[in-house]
Nanobody, 125 residues
Framework: QVQLVESGGGLVQAGDSLRLSCAAS????????MGWFRQAPGKEREFVTGISRNGYMTYYSDSVKGRFTNSRDNAKNTVYLQMNSLKPEDTAVYYC??????????????????WGQGTQVTVSS
């Protein structure tokens, strides 16, 4: 069973940058496509970005495209989410997700095999 631990969340001002990390343990990291979802208070958990097992393919929601960058280092069993030009509407708990096989443009929460515990990102205006 894969264990995922996120880090890097915090309180920042609008326009600032933040980098989240998700370290995986147990299981073979390169067997899993990785993704990030977020959940704001009172809202459904929503897709943010996904990355293929080899890191060559990435997918982004329209709300973060051009501002967020998803990357992974298979040698370190870690996936990263670089978030630039943060906005107050980016405030949410961010969850790392692992999915066996491929990540596609149709991947949703129900396709995720493992979740991290989440890390809070708060962007003040």
């Amino acid at each position: 069973q894969v264990q995922l631990v996120e880090s890097g969340g915090g309180l920042v001002q609008a326009g600032d940058s933040l980098r989240l990390s998700c370290a995986a343990s147990r299981g073979t990291f390169s067997d899993y496509a990785m993704g990030w979802f977020r959940q704001a208070p009172g809202k459904e958990r929503e897709f943010v970005t996904g990355i293929s097992r080899n890191g060559y393919m990435t997918y982004y929601s329209d709300s973060v495209k051009g501002r967020f960058t998803n990357s992974r280092d298979n040698a370190k069993n870690t996936v990263y989410l670089q978030m630039n030009s943060l906005k107050p509407e980016d405030t949410a708990v961010y969850y790392c997700a692992a999915k066996s096989g491929s990540w596609t443009g149709s991947t949703t929460t129900r396709h995720v095999d493992y979740w991290g515990q989440g890390t809070q990102v708060t962007v003040s205006s």
